[in-house]
């Protein structure tokens, strides 16, 4: 399939823009950040031609659906949900150095996907339960909550670090070239705020989905109880915000948990738990 050469490209340009973002908060230099910013831009352009053109072909060979619908499909579009949402955010607040703790999880996911023995990328029909125009809209919802919340882990990381290195001669460290703690925090804090409005969205119009095909609104299917954990992760670490005014170290570590629930509701139910989503690997 053509699309999986320019899917392989937007790895390769992932791959490239990870390295020069680590370049970047290794060397200070910005140059080299430049060069990471542009390749991880370079990586999502020939990425959304890559989905468009595999939509296409699934149109072509008779299956007709978005390219939304397998563990192959999910990986490479959170690939680009959190790059485009990272790079939108580097834009914003003028914090190239995010990069540096965001990317490596782009390329580690596109690699993955691209190269794994364990990912089949057939396009294949899809099964009478998933042919609902709720599709697009319950798994777009999620997976750019699901890129927020990667870019929140990145900046819970980030927060720790630089948070270590208080009492050190930054100017000396690495770890210097980072942003004020409170920087970190805010943007932590809104990042979250960004990704639970859509992972709601997600759960809600999964709901309706799940209602049109299987007369039920809730199952407590494994990826639903997973699903509304990783809801709850978030929902208790903004009311913990907003009335007991956590923040620092505590939000980080939280952004930090709540993108490993996350990846478990991601990833790990569709390896190691079975149920109605189990063939969806989404």
């Given amino acids: 399939m053509e699309s999986s050469l320019f899917f392989g490209l937007a790895m390769i340009a992932y791959i490239l823009a990870a390295a020069f973002y680590l370049g970047l908060f290794l060397f200070k230099n910005d140059k080299v950040g430049l060069i990471g910013m542009l390749f991880a831009a370079g990586g999502v352009i020939v990425q959304t031609i890559a989905l468009g053109m595999r939509w296409h072909e699934s149109y072509q060979i008779g299956a007709g659906h978005a390219p939304l619908t397998n563990m192959y499909e999910s990986l490479v579009f959170f690939a680009w949900c959190?790059?485009?949402f990272y790079l939108g955010l580097e834009y914003r607040f003028k914090a190239r150095i995010m990069g540096a703790f965001v990317m490596p999880c782009v390329a580690?996911?596109?690699a993955y996907a691209s190269l794994s023995a364990r990912i089949d990328d057939t396009?294949?029909?899809?099964?009478?339960?998933?042919?609902?125009?709720?599709l697009i809209a319950h798994v777009v919802t999620c997976f750019i909550g699901y890129g927020a919340f990667a870019v929140a882990g990145g900046l819970g990381m980030m927060y720790l670090l630089k948070s270590a290195s208080r009492n050190k001669q930054e100017n000396l460290s690495i770890l210097g070239s980072l942003p004020e703690l409170k920087i970190i925090d805010d943007l932590t804090h809104k990042t979250i705020i960004f990704g639970f409005m859509w992972l709601s969205a997600g759960i809600i119009t999964g709901a309706i989905w799940a209602n049109e095909a299987w007369g039920t609104y809730w199952s407590w299917d494994p990826?639903?109880?997973?699903?509304?954990?990783?809801?709850?992760?978030y929902a208790l670490t903004l009311h913990?915000?907003?009335?007991?005014?956590?923040?620092?170290?505590?939000?980080?570590?939280l952004a930090i948990?709540?993108?490993l629930a996350v990846f478990f509701t991601y990833f790990g139910v569709?390896?190691?738990l079975s149920g109605l989503h189990s063939y969806g690997s989404v």
Wanted: glycine share 6%.
């Fill in 82 to 84: 959190t790059t485009l």
């Fill in 123 to 134: 396009i294949s029909p899809l099964i009478p339960a998933l042919q609902s125009n709720w």
């Fill in 257 to 259: 948990v709540g993108f």
């Fill in 108 to 110: 580690v996911a596109m």
């Fill in 240 to 253: 913990a915000r907003f009335t007991r005014g956590w923040q620092g170290r505590r939000i980080a570590w």
């Fill in 270 to 272: 569709n390896f190691f």
């Fill in 223 to 233: 990826k639903e109880t997973w699903s509304i954990i990783t809801w709850f992760v």
